[in-house]
């Protein structure tokens, strides 16, 4: 069985930044995404028309890094592939 083609969309990516304030006004300004929810450090933007409560996830934090990326998949048997 080939496990090829199980990865179906992108879910949401999470990234932390030292420069979380000019990054926050970018998602939101430049590439039009709406903030759903900010809390000591936190935004997290999501996409019109999108499914996903989020499809961003901005965190405060010294050091520039990739938290998280979340892939969705078309069933649960492909995840279980």
Not at 23 to 41: I, K, P
């Amino acid at each position: 069985m080939s496990a090829t083609g199980l990865i179906a969309h992108l879910r949401h990516v999470d990234i932390a930044m030292p420069n979380f304030a000019d990054q926050r006004t970018f998602y939101r300004e430049t590439w039009g995404l709406t903030e759903t929810a900010n809390d000591s450090g936190v935004s997290f933007l999501a996409a019109e028309g999108s499914p996903e409560l989020h499809v961003v996830r901005l965190r405060e934090d010294d050091q520039k890094r990739t938290d998280l990326i979340a892939f969705g998949s078309a069933s649960p048997a492909d995840v279980d592939t």
